[in-house]
């Protein structure tokens, strides 16, 4: 039998299991040139929120009554395709669901991971969250050696490869994360220069003091008060990234009220730029090159949280909104769990 969870209702405020609906229907049956993938993992990321709203962002939310949009992991268990062998492991957007039918490989298909890559890679360091935090450091803001560097939201999965992006290229970097456990996991575990709580911690006096000159470079993915702490400790010239907003919650009618201080980017002759990781799909197969010999040399560390069943794919988004994950967040589709947990969408 083949578990979906379908968008029952959007939510207005946070994401709760009364907004999907469980259903159980039978596995799909193939046609000539496609695969029956079964779903081991589940990627979650705070764009999701987004897709759940009724106006379209960078792609269209996901209808009512559709199984939930997001990145996956699976094996091939049956196969009519060429492009897929039974055994294979896959990555790519498999929805939240049990299995899941393969067609095409590409961006918007299900591609085969190669060997001696862990396939959950795919969902975290090689995967939208890798691409996302390479683009933004070596693309849009250009990080090169010497460079003051603050990223936001370190102890997350985009995060903290966008700080160890910038170290490997030279850059002295600050994070900023919620909590004593997570400021540690950044300063020991990715590594970063430094890091400030800031949740017990000044946050503006920290970058101040870690940059007396300024900062070259912000990579936010918070917004609201922590952007407002970096664009007050900006240097001249700085570039400010934008990544994301997650302070805000993604809410249907607000992505956050802009930054009251924003006049310090004209002060400063300072550049903020928002982008998407799809700008730049030319150069995917350099970024993969990079990112698996980084991963390789251990120059990149990354965590996971792993959430356990099918239905605590909702607990999980939310979860993201409050601090509950280091690094990715993920859900281990199959679990003895899953009983229990269903209980909860009933």
Not at 15 to 40: C, K, M, S, Y
Not at 166 to 176: D, Y
Request: charged share 20%.
């Amino acid at each position: 039998m083949n578990r979906q969870l379908r968008v029952r209702a959007r939510p207005s405020g946070p994401v709760e299991d009364r907004h999907f609906e469980l259903r159980t229907g039978p596995v799909p049956e193939l046609a000539e040139g496609e695969a029956l993938i079964r779903v081991d993992w589940l990627g979650i990321d705070p764009t999701q929120r987004t897709w759940l709203n009724p106006s379209a962002t960078y792609v269209q939310p996901v209808a009512l009554g559709e199984v939930m949009r997001g990145s996956g992991v699976g094996q091939v268990v049956r196969s009519r395709s060429q492009l897929y062998r039974v055994g294979d492991w896959v990555y790519g957007l498999t929805g939240w669901q049990d299995y899941v039918v393969a067609r095409e490989s590409g961006v918007g298909g299900l591609n085969v991971a190669p060997p001696g890559v862990e396939p959950r890679a795919f969902l975290s360091v090689l995967g939208v969250n890798g691409l996302t935090a390479y683009f933004g450091m070596t693309r849009v803001a250009q990080a090169q050696t010497g460079k003051s560097v603050f990223v936001s939201a370190a102890a997350g999965i985009t995060g903290s490869i966008a700080g160890q992006i910038a170290q490997i290229n030279g850059c002295h970097v600050i994070g900023s994360a919620g909590g004593p456990a997570k400021a540690k996991w950044v300063r020991e575990v990715a590594g970063l220069d430094g890091c400030v709580d800031y949740k017990s911690e000044d946050l503006a006096a920290g970058l101040k003091a870690f940059a007396p000159s300024g900062l070259d470079i912000v990579f936010d993915s918070v917004g609201g008060n922590v952007l407002e702490a970096a664009l007050g400790a900006i240097a001249p010239h700085a570039h400010v990234v934008l990544n994301g907003s997650i302070s805000s919650g993604y809410g249907e009618k607000s992505y956050g009220a802009g930054p009251a201080n924003y006049m310090e980017l004209a002060f400063k002759r300072a550049k903020m730029e928002g982008f998407i990781f799809l700008d730049f799909l030319a150069e995917f197969p350099e970024a993969f090159a990079d990112l698996t010999s980084w991963l390789a040399q251990g120059l990149i560390q990354f965590e996971e949280t792993i959430a356990e069943g099918l239905a605590s794919a909702p607990r999980a988004l939310q979860g993201l909104f409050e601090g509950r994950n280091i690094g990715k967040q993920l859900v281990r589709v199959a679990s003895d769990r899953d009983d229990e947990l269903a209980l909860a969408l009933q």
